[in-house]
């Protein structure tokens, strides 16, 4: 049996799986025949498109670290009968960290004064006054596991007002906004937490920041095009909205140093790294090595989106 490994993964899961099978990594050049050659697939950020599930041979499954699945053509393996395991749950600490950092950093203007130190320009503290987000309210559009810990730590933290915007989760320890725009005007943090599918592509827009207060921030540590780039520099630049702090872009991860929201004093950018920890990664390897030893076992797949 061979297992491809098509991206750079913590030696964690490398050791796991070559205990179990021939390992053939992301820097041998034989990598470029796993089409057709492996028996199973481990991939982190690598797109796996239609034509290349079409090619594949003899792959019994495709394990994708993390937990966003959208770089892997759903819709071709599940034509072709090729299961699509993931790791939910793996990085959710992380990542909810990550979003109260950026939003911290936005609120408090901490990248912008280290900016400014950094560049020598002589500093007014005037001039970079911070909200305080102590009793504010923070609106979170997904409550699922990363959703549920941000709202957690908000709530713990800064004692915040939790609302949330789900169509598929209740719960009782937070308030349920039936409607987006009902959530929005109410909101001093706007930080998202949903996957990106046909339902949320651009669901933060033009429309919807119009809605936000002109103190509010806007953290996004799901997927690049949830949040409308081109719509969020425009209320920034205009002085609709405080900031915001972004880890993921919706062409280029990480964006190109010209990319407009980059040129934003008020903007902290950080390169689709909220679930890189040690802990994070070390975890999220072995599962994925694992849950791809399993089924070569002849055991079913878990996790399985496909």
């Not at 041979?57 to 393996?77: E, L, M, P, S, W």
């Not at 960290?97 to 560049?119: H, P």
């Not at 991860?253 to 070390?282: F, I, M, S, Y």
Request: proline content about 5%.
């Amino acid at each position: 049996m061979k297992i491809y490994i098509l991206d750079a993964l913590h030696p964690s899961g490398v050791e796991y799986a070559a205990k179990h099978a021939e390992v053939v990594r992301w820097d041998d050049p034989s990598v470029k025949d796993w089409r057709e050659d492996a028996d199973a697939v481990l991939v982190r950020m690598t797109r796996v498109t239609a034509d290349d599930i079409a090619r594949i041979r003899k792959a019994k499954v495709i394990c994708k670290q993390g937990v966003g699945y959208d770089t892997i053509d759903i819709a071709a393996a599940k034509k072709h009968g090729i299961p699509v395991c993931r790791t939910p749950g793996v990085n959710s600490e992380a990542v909810a960290e990550m979003a109260m950092a950026l939003a911290l950093s936005v609120a408090r203007r901490t990248t912008e004064a280290d900016r400014l130190i950094r560049a020598g320009v002589p500093v007014q503290r005037p001039d970079i006054l911070g909200v305080e987000m102590s009793g504010k309210t923070v609106g979170i559009i997904g409550l699922g596991n990363i959703g549920r810990l941000s709202a957690r730590k908000w709530r713990a933290a800064f004692d915040c007002g939790i609302l949330f915007y789900d169509p598929y989760v209740e719960s009782d320890a937070y308030e349920k906004c039936e409607t987006l725009g009902a959530m929005l005007p109410r909101v001093d943090l706007l930080t998202v937490h949903c996957p990106l599918n046909d339902e949320t592509r651009g669901m933060v827009g033009a429309k919807e920041l119009a809605l936000m207060k002109p103190t509010a921030i806007v953290v996004s540590t799901a997927r690049g095009g949830i949040v409308d780039e081109a719509a969020l520099y425009e209320a920034l630049t205009n002085q609709r909205l405080f900031g915001a702090g972004l880890d993921v872009w919706d062409e280029i991860e990480p964006p190109r140093k010209d990319h407009p929201l980059l040129q934003l004093p008020n903007v902290v950018a950080t390169p689709h790294t909220a679930g890189n920890t040690h802990e994070t990664q070390a975890r999220s390897s072995l599962q994925t090595a694992m849950l791809a030893v399993e089924v070569l076992q002849g055991k079913p797949a878990r996790n399985r989106v496909a």
